[in-house]
């Protein structure tokens, strides 16, 4: 739209001029005489020459237009048009960012989840791009929205949750292809924010914590098989050694009460007990 008044005010800066020329004829040709016609001439063309100029900064690309139709892409750097004959869009080559804004989805399971995405961008095509789409900006985030919805309406809410980059590559590709005939590249596509319900969080907390639990559970279970065997193997090497269950029973009793004055010890000698293994023949 800017560039379309642009062209318009040079026009009408055109059109001025040369009103302005023709009524200064009859008094330049009192004062210049024969060669007055020619000197305003001159000038007048010189002025168009000058409104005719254009700057194409580095990252920009100039589609210039002739009568309507489509007549060469111009580089960065100085160029120039035939005012009111030609015209020229700039078109900006950089990576643009457009932000998807938030969009109430309901997952494959039934999950209303809030989605609010990113989409970048950047135009490879500057003929393609003015040609063959009007506001190829507007497209690109329309499109990107609406493929978001249908990707994210396919899956379940475990999988959104867990493979983020995974769907945003598939959205990209969804994009990319629909606006490569706009001369459109889509970069990346990158996930921000999933917005889960309220009830939602409570559930998946407490299932969180229920697997920390089970968690928990199976590792003392592991460390009490593990403390059981380590005791088994413990007994058989007491039992084998002369005076060891002895010794241990010693040291049992020591720590039941550690206070000595408060404990009263009945001790069997060991070789009554081997007696009364011998009787049983165990």
């Known amino acids: 739209m800017a560039q379309n008044n642009q062209e318009i005010s040079s026009l009408s800066t055109i059109v001025v001029l040369i009103v302005m020329a023709v009524a200064f004829l009859p008094a330049a040709a009192k ?12 000038g007048l063309i010189l002025v168009i020459l000058l409104i005719g100029l ?17 007549s060469g892409t111009r580089g960065p750097g100085l160029t ?17 960012t457009v932000d998807i804004p938030s969009q109430e989805v309901i997952t494959k399971d039934n999950v209303p989840v809030g989605i609010n995405a990113v989409v970048y961008f950047q135009v490879e095509s500057a003929e393609k791009s003015i040609l063959n789409i009007k506001d190829y900006t507007l497209a690109v985030a329309q499109y990107a929205q609406a493929a978001l919805r249908d990707v994210i309406g396919g899956i379940e809410l475990d999988p959104l949750l867990s493979e983020r980059e995974k769907i945003s590559e598939e959205i990209k590709k969804i994009v990319d292809t629909a606006t490569d005939s706009w001369g459109i590249n889509v970069t ?5 924010d999933i917005e889960l319900p309220a009830d939602m969080k409570r559930v998946m907390a407490k299932q969180a914590e229920s ?14 098989f593990q403390a059981s065997a380590r005791l088994a193997e413990a007994a058989q090497v007491l039992n084998g050694t002369p005076g060891g269950l002895s010794m ?26 081997e007696g009364f293994k011998k009787l049983t023949g165990k």
């Open 188 to 192: 990346d596509i990158k996930i921000q």
């Open 211 to 224: 697997e920390r639990e089970r968690r928990a559970i199976i590792i003392r279970a592991e460390g009490e």
């Open 248 to 273: 241990r029973t010693l040291q049992t009793i020591e720590k039941i009460n550690p206070d000595p004055s408060k404990t009263v010890i009945f001790a069997l000698p060991v070789e009554i007990m």
């Open 54 to 70: 254009r700057v194409i900064d580095q990252y920009e690309r100039g589609i210039v237009l002739t009568l309507g139709q489509y």
């Open 31 to 42: 004062i210049f005489g024969p060669v007055a016609p020619v000197m305003v001439i001159a």
């Open 80 to 96: 120039w048009i035939i005012v009111g004959i030609q015209r020229m869009i700039k078109v900006d080559m950089r990576i643009t």
